[in-house]
């Protein structure tokens, strides 16, 4: 009987954040010039409320670029910082859900298919309501953007304060109050996971965690992947990225992640340190590459 032959290397699509200096479309140069098959980017500012509107020149600019670039089906945004749709009523909230929808418009003329989006802090409120303003702000957002084509992945957080989202049942939470379910979907960020308390340093852990995620909120919802490793230890609840196989977490996690075929067409970013001639970024995607199983798909 002829054994069988081995499956083939799985393909590892992986980027990183790009920064979009000189127009929203130089994100696909330098996501291409260093050899991403996946990229983020802000479409403004992620730390200011207000943003010039996006003029037609620049959108048909970026589209194009959109169709033509071997990035085109791995390119996802990242809303803004200020954005936390679990604060009381007040100016917060209001700015808040403004600039979410803002955010999706953007998206939507972009051709962007993922805006990804930090759950939100409930302020000394409690869980239960933080998570019951959460899902109230996505109804309002979603009921302003009927008919839109780009969905909200929302991203497990670290926890640091009063944020949630990095327990995978604040997820489910929000997943269950919303209306509109399917126009979300999930954002997993292996330092926030970490931070949060889950244990992926092994492969036993990494296996435990994503069966907990599995459980609660559906493997098949994650969309995007933040791939780093962190800074700070197993349940810190403090969100600070370190390059791959350089952090508390370890080689074991990523090794495990780009060899789960589950997650085999999720686009994975880098949100690892960087500085402007993107050096890191290319020492991280060989970092993640090494640790391909069989041959190198990169």
Same mark, same amino acid.
């Given at each position: ?58 959108? $048909? ?32 909230? $209001? ?7 803002? $955010? ?33 702000? #996505? ?31 604040? #997820? ?14 999930? &954002?997993?960020?292996? &330092? ?7 244990? *992926? ?10 069966? $907990? ?8 919802? *994650?969309? *995007? ?74």
């Amino acid at each position: 009987m002829r054994e069988a032959a081995p499956p083939e290397p799985l393909p590892l699509l992986a980027g990183a954040h790009m920064s979009v200096a000189g127009g929203l479309h130089r994100a696909f140069e330098r996501g291409d010039s260093i050899g991403c098959r996946a990229v983020q980017i802000f479409t403004k500012n992620a730390r200011g409320w207000n943003a010039a509107p996006l003029a037609a020149p620049d959108v $048909e600019l970026f589209r194009e670029r959109l169709t033509t670039s071997e990035l085109a089906r791995a390119t996802c945004a990242h809303a803004s910082y200020l954005i936390n749709l679990g604060a009381s009523e007040g100016p917060v909230a $209001e700015k808040s859900l403004a600039g979410l929808i803002d $955010e999706l418009q953007r998206c939507e003329a972009l051709g962007i298919p993922f805006l990804i989006l930090h759950p939100g802090a409930h302020m000394g409120a409690g869980e239960e309501t933080g998570l019951d303003r959460i899902a109230a702000g #996505l109804d309002r957002a979603h009921a302003a953007c009927a008919g839109f084509r780009v969905r909200v992945l929302l991203e497990n957080a670290a926890g640091q304060g009063s944020c949630l989202g990095h327990r995978f049942e604040h #997820l489910e939470g929000i997943l269950a109050r919303v209306r509109e379910p399917d126009r979300l979907g999930i &954002c997993f960020d292996t &330092c926030h996971a970490f931070a949060g308390g889950y244990d *992926i340093r092994t492969a036993a852990g990494y296996e435990a965690t994503m069966a $907990e995620l599995d459980r609660r909120i559906g493997i098949d919802r *994650i969309r *995007i992947i933040h791939v780093n490793d962190s800074k700070k230890g197993l349940g810190s609840r403090v969100d600070r990225h370190e390059h791959i196989g350089q952090g508390e977490i370890g080689l074991e996690a990523f090794r495990c992640l780009v060899n789960d075929r589950r997650l085999a067409c999720v686009p994975k970013i880098l949100e690892t340190p960087k500085k402007e001639d993107m050096a890191e970024d290319v020492m991280n995607l060989r970092t993640l590459a090494s640790l391909v199983e069989g041959a190198r798909a990169r």
